[in-house]
């Protein structure tokens, strides 16, 4: 027996052992991300332009798309403007909004907060879906320390749900300084959790660094997980502890190993949006035109010196 299965494997062509052979792990080349940029209105908020000067300024600047923040918009609309007036302006200024900051307590442990976090979120998403706007960015509002993970991913599913209902769907997010939920590790449970295709992640370089995750993690996150990337740098000259977010400068003035981190954001696949979010109160006394410019040549910079 045996010598007639050496026989046969003898006859069989190079083509045929191949089709049997067991495909090695990570044989497939994966298809090299695609970045665009954007800018986040945060960059510029100290001048206080107001949300009609943004859009200008992220045109002007030669920047693809914009992230506002839900309380521009809601002041705007306030102001006795429709949704319909901010989609079109955005549109004729040959721009995308990519991407609203918010701040709905979604995944507080009291249920009472964290059901009025749902309804303010279900309320805020199709506000932005009638101004074109598909995401939105989920920090985790209300949230307690320790965090039951188990328990926000649940939620998080929930939310993914309620995306998927308005067309504007959740970012899972996390600020290095914020002790409860501070570090990529606990998005990424909650995110697994969730189980959930559309499940998507919004790292930032300074919380990545300010909460002690550090920037190998992103290794372990490929194609679409990642669709908004916060990018920005920090200095050395301040203790990570004690960095806030006044300190970010532009990405390539401080020491982020950015391109590491956009070398395995290109590895990932998919579509990356690289939004520069900055509070930097030097910028904000600024001309805020000059500093939108300065930020995109500087990310773009940092782009090809990974091409």
Same mark, same amino acid.
């Given at each position: 027996?045996?010598?007639?299965?050496?026989?046969?494997?003898?006859?069989?062509?190079?083509?045929?052992?191949?089709?049997?052979?067991?495909?090695?792990?990570?044989?497939?080349?994966?298809?090299?991300?695609?970045?665009?940029?954007?800018? =986040?209105?945060?960059?510029?908020?100290?001048?206080?332009?107001?949300?009609?000067?943004?859009?200008?300024?992220?045109?002007?600047?030669?920047?693809?798309?914009?992230?506002?923040?839900? $309380?521009?918009?809601?002041?705007?609309?306030?102001?006795?403007?429709?949704?319909?007036?901010?989609?079109?302006?955005? !549109?004729?200024?040959?721009?995308?909004?990519?991407?609203?900051?918010?701040?709905?307590?979604?995944?507080?442990?009291?249920?009472?907060?964290?059901?009025?976090?749902?309804?303010?979120?279900?309320? &805020?998403?199709?506000?932005?879906?009638?101004?074109?706007?598909?995401?939105?960015?989920?920090?985790?509002?209300?949230? &307690?320390?320790?965090?039951?993970?188990?328990?926000?991913?649940?939620?998080?599913?929930?939310?993914?749900?309620?995306?998927?209902?308005?067309?504007?769907?959740?970012?899972?997010?996390?600020?290095?300084?914020?002790?409860?939920?501070?570090?990529?590790?606990?998005?990424?449970?909650?995110?697994?959790?969730?189980?959930?295709?559309?499940?998507?992640?919004?790292?930032?370089?300074?919380?990545?660094? !300010?909460?002690?995750?550090?920037?190998?993690?992103?290794?372990?996150?490929?194609?679409?997980?990642?669709?908004?990337?916060?990018?920005?740098?920090?200095?050395?000259?301040?203790?990570?502890?004690?960095?806030?977010?006044?300190?970010?400068?532009?990405?390539? $003035?401080?020491?982020?190993?950015?391109?590491?981190?956009?070398?395995?954001? !290109?590895?990932?696949?998919? =579509?990356?949006?690289?939004?520069?979010?900055?509070? =930097?109160?030097?910028?904000?006394?600024?001309?805020?035109? &000059?500093?939108?410019?300065?930020?995109?040549?500087?990310?773009? =910079?940092?782009?090809?010196?990974?091409?």
């Amino acid at each position: 027996m045996k010598t007639n299965r050496r026989n046969a494997v003898k006859s069989m062509g190079l083509g045929a052992l191949a089709a049997l052979a067991p495909a090695p792990a990570f044989s497939r080349s994966p298809k090299e991300s695609t970045f665009s940029f954007c800018l =986040n209105t945060s960059t510029i908020r100290g001048q206080q332009p107001g949300l009609l000067r943004y859009i200008e300024i992220a045109a002007a600047a030669g920047y693809d798309g914009i992230e506002v923040w839900v $309380d521009d918009v809601k002041k705007f609309l306030s102001a006795g403007h429709s949704t319909t007036e901010l989609h079109d302006i955005v !549109r004729q200024h040959g721009l995308r909004v990519e991407n609203a900051i918010g701040f709905a307590p979604w995944m507080a442990s009291d249920e009472a907060k964290s059901k009025a976090g749902f309804l303010q979120m279900e309320e &805020e998403m199709n506000m932005l879906a009638e101004i074109g706007c598909s995401r939105v960015a989920a920090p985790g509002i209300g949230a &307690e320390a320790p965090v039951d993970l188990m328990a926000a991913g649940r939620k998080y599913k929930a939310l993914l749900d309620l995306g998927r209902k308005t067309g504007v769907m959740p970012q899972l997010e996390f600020w290095g300084a914020f002790a409860p939920f501070h570090h990529l590790g606990q998005i990424l449970m909650v995110a697994a959790v969730a189980n959930d295709p559309d499940a998507r992640l919004l790292p930032d370089v300074y919380h990545l660094y !300010r909460g002690g995750s550090g920037f190998d993690g992103l290794k372990l996150i490929h194609g679409q997980a990642i669709e908004i990337f916060h990018i920005n740098d920090y200095p050395d000259s301040i203790p990570r502890e004690k960095q806030q977010d006044k300190d970010r400068v532009y990405p390539g $003035d401080g020491v982020a190993p950015l391109s590491q981190i956009l070398g395995d954001l !290109r590895e990932m696949g998919g =579509n990356k949006v690289l939004s520069l979010e900055l509070f =930097n109160p030097t910028y904000w006394a600024q001309d805020p035109l &000059e500093v939108a410019k300065t930020g995109l040549a500087k990310m773009k =910079n940092a782009v090809k010196a990974v091409s």
